[in-house]
């Protein structure tokens, strides 16, 4: 289910050069990597959905200004599609998760863990020349959610994929628990708030991986900083990393490229109802596929489950997103010559989730 488009929202998909639309100076462009390789998913719709949600938010903004924001999404793996570098036309970029070995060079297709995906990593060297550009560039934010952090992980070389065996009980699905390391609970965006986590630093999170991303025992380049690590099954912090912060924005504040290696997105039961039974029309999907979305959708419909996610989304997803989407808004209105009342702190002074 595709957000409609509107005055504030419109979606183009890229598959092939040619799909690509043209810039235009009313529309803020942003960059979605989908790394699903065409799959049943209902990550990259979901985060239409948020991307829409903020466009409503600023309608009146937007109109008043002759704006819209557009989604541009890039089947990376499957066809090799990627956007440009910062400094043109994108300012924000979003990496999904996805099925699979992180390293491309490991799915054939038919090794269980390759769940389907047969690719031969092509994409890979265009994508980290990618991650590299946004990096170096102050003015320029992203967010990468599972499997793009695994993707990042092995790009920076700082953590190792290791498939989770049964004695950790393998696939991690469903409502987990996070462990803030001491750098995420000092960190001024983080840390802000601890008083609404369980001890002060476990965070509830939406997980569906196969895959750990476990520390390579090298330091991590200057100014990045694991910000939490997974929950063992009987409690106590694991080894895995599961949020990492690349860089942060000028104002020392919001994390401007980090990823999570679970699914903020996932937050809405009514909203992944509607997108799985959509899935389900579409065409087979396989019987694991749909018990793993059905018992996340019923964890989500309880109320204390449900609070605890959406605390997590905002806090590794909704708002940081709002604060660098309102910051390209921002940008552009003064590109062209218009006063902006729009700041990227009142993203922070509210929130759809809270």
Not at 126 to 141: Q, T
Not at 162 to 176: D, F, H, M, N
Request: aromatic letters at 6%; hydrophobic letters at 40%.
């Amino acid at each position: 289910m595709i957000p409609a488009d509107s005055s504030t929202f419109s979606f183009s998909r890229v598959a092939r050069g040619a799909d690509l639309p043209p810039p235009a100076p009313h529309l803020i462009d942003i960059a979605l990597l989908d790394l699903y390789y065409e799959l049943p998913n209902l990550g990259h719709d979901s985060l239409l959905h948020i991307i829409a949600g903020v466009g409503h938010e600023l309608r009146p903004l937007l109109e008043q200004a002759g704006l819209s924001l557009r989604v541009i999404s890039f089947e990376v793996r499957k066809r090799g599609m990627l956007p440009e570098p910062p400094g043109g036309r994108f300012g924000v970029y979003i990496g999904t998760g996805g099925p699979g070995h992180i390293d491309p060079r490991r799915n054939d297709g038919r090794t269980p863990w390759s769940q389907g995906v047969q690719e031969d990593g092509a994409w890979e060297a265009p994508a980290r020349r990618l991650f590299a550009a946004i990096l170096a560039d102050p003015e320029a934010a992203m967010i990468g959610i599972c499997h793009s952090f695994g993707v990042l992980c092995n790009w920076l070389k700082v953590a190792r994929p290791t498939l989770r065996g049964p004695e950790k009980g393998g696939k991690s699905v469903g409502i987990q628990q996070n462990h803030l390391t001491d750098e995420g609970c000092a960190h001024p965006w983080f840390g802000r708030f601890l008083g609404g986590l369980a001890d002060r630093r476990r965070l509830s999170v939406t997980d569906s991986r196969l895959f750990d991303l476990l520390p390579n025992g090298t330091p991590l380049p200057p100014g990045m900083s694991v910000i939490a690590h997974e929950v063992t099954r009987d409690g106590a912090r694991g080894e895995a990393l599961t949020t990492l912060e690349l860089a942060r924005d000028r104002g020392g504040l919001m994390p401007r490229f980090f990823a999570a290696n679970h699914h903020p997105e996932v937050y809405d039961a009514a909203l992944q109802s509607r997108l799985v039974s959509e899935r389900v029309a579409e065409g087979p999907v396989s019987r694991d596929w749909l018990e793993d979305r059905s018992r996340i959708i019923d964890s989500l419909t309880d109320p204390v489950i449900s609070r605890q996610i959406r605390l997590t989304s905002r806090l590794t997803l909704v708002d940081p997103l709002r604060f660098h989407i309102f910051r390209q808004v921002r940008r552009r209105m003064e590109l062209l010559g218009r006063s902006s009342p729009l700041r990227e702190d009142q993203a922070l002074a509210s929130s759809p989730l809270a």
